[in-house]
């Protein structure tokens, strides 16, 4: 089972500001990574796929990038919204699995 | 509009057998595989199952091969997921998601709002 590591665990930030979140796979998953939204008492949502690939209605402050088993999430400039926990999920194997999370709060 | 409604969360006792449903609109649900998603209160995301767009591929983590049973009706458009054997570590929100491939890969599109089990005596 490939094991997905983030950090940190809890990232606190003012509006305006970049967050910088990290994603680590236990072995190679070569770009199958996605990262999703999830805002408390809500469904999450897809931001990312394949590591760099916004999904639709996404917004263009949102990036992502890696390969192998490192990969970052970048919100380039915080909007009140975005204070939210965070998943990355690999498909590069069975099962699927989803990192711990990182939530984004408002310092 | 792509939705997705689950039903068929409950109070069950260790052991219970329970028969989540997820009713599929707005997209051809034949065409796109489909998983069920479960979150513990306060917890993270655990993939819980998941199924080809012609149903003919089925796939579970070890901690519920053999309890759960994912299978769907593409003439009704819905999904369902029958738990058997149910244990207290169980007890979650389960969320339908729909896939963007039939089953090349698997990611999490769309989700529904999810349904509740609980399984305590």
């Known amino acids: 089972e490939i094991v997905l590591t983030q950090s940190p665990a809890t990232l606190s930030l003012s509006p305006g500001e970049r967050a910088t979140l990290s994603c680590r796979a236990s072995q190679s998953i070569n770009n199958y990574l996605a990262w999703y939204q999830q805002k408390p008492g809500q469904a999450p949502r897809l931001l990312i796929y394949d590591a760099s690939n916004r999904a639709t209605d996404i917004p263009a402050r949102f990036s992502g990038s890696g390969s192998g088993t490192d990969f970052t999430l970048t919100i380039s400039s915080l909007e009140p919204e975005d204070f939210a926990v965070y998943y990355c999920q690999q498909r590069g194997n069975w099962p699927l699995t989803f990192g711990g999370g990182t939530k984004v709060e408002i310092k | 509009e792509v939705q997705l409604l689950e039903s068929g969360g409950d109070l069950v006792q260790p052991g219970g057998s329970l028969r989540l449903s997820c009713a599929a609109s707005g997209f051809t649900f034949s065409n796109f595989a489909m998983t069920w998603v479960r979150q513990a209160p306060g917890k993270g995301l655990e993939w819980v199952s998941a199924?080809?767009?012609?149903?003919?591929?089925?796939y579970y983590p070890d901690s519920v091969k053999g309890r759960f049973t994912i299978s769907r009706d593409n003439s009704k458009n819905t999904l369902s997921l029958q738990m058997n054997s149910l244990r207290a570590e169980d007890t979650a929100i389960y969320f339908c998601t729909k896939v963007p491939t039939g089953g090349t890969y698997y990611y999490m599109d769309v989700w529904g709002r999810g349904t509740t089990v609980t399984v305590s005596s």
């Open positions: 199924i080809s767009g012609n149903g003919r591929s089925t």
